[in-house]
């Protein structure tokens, strides 16, 4: 799963590829800004952690769970 998080006032956004479900990353971000946590954590495949402010957060994209395909399409 392709995930992409903008930041406010930052021109590059947080991208990486996890292993959770969109609604599981749909669940925690939503969980963390209803609750009014100050930090939303995420993991990506290669283990590498992603804490994000849930201050700054100003979008948050959840890509498809289809697998790329590879060579020529056409």
Do not use: H, W
């Not at 956004?13 to 969980?31: G, H, I, L, R």
């Not at 952690?49 to 697998?67: K, L, S």
Request: hydrophobic share 40%.
């Amino acid at each position: 799963m392709d995930i992409r998080i903008g930041i406010l006032n930052s021109p590059r956004e947080v991208a990486f590829e996890t292993s959770q479900t969109a609604d599981e990353v749909e669940k925690a971000v939503s969980a963390a800004i209803e609750k009014g946590a100050p930090l939303v954590t995420f993991s990506d495949d290669k283990g590498k952690r992603y804490v994000v402010p849930t201050a700054t957060i100003g979008y948050v994209e959840i890509g498809t769970d289809t697998a790329r395909r590879v060579g020529f399409v056409g």
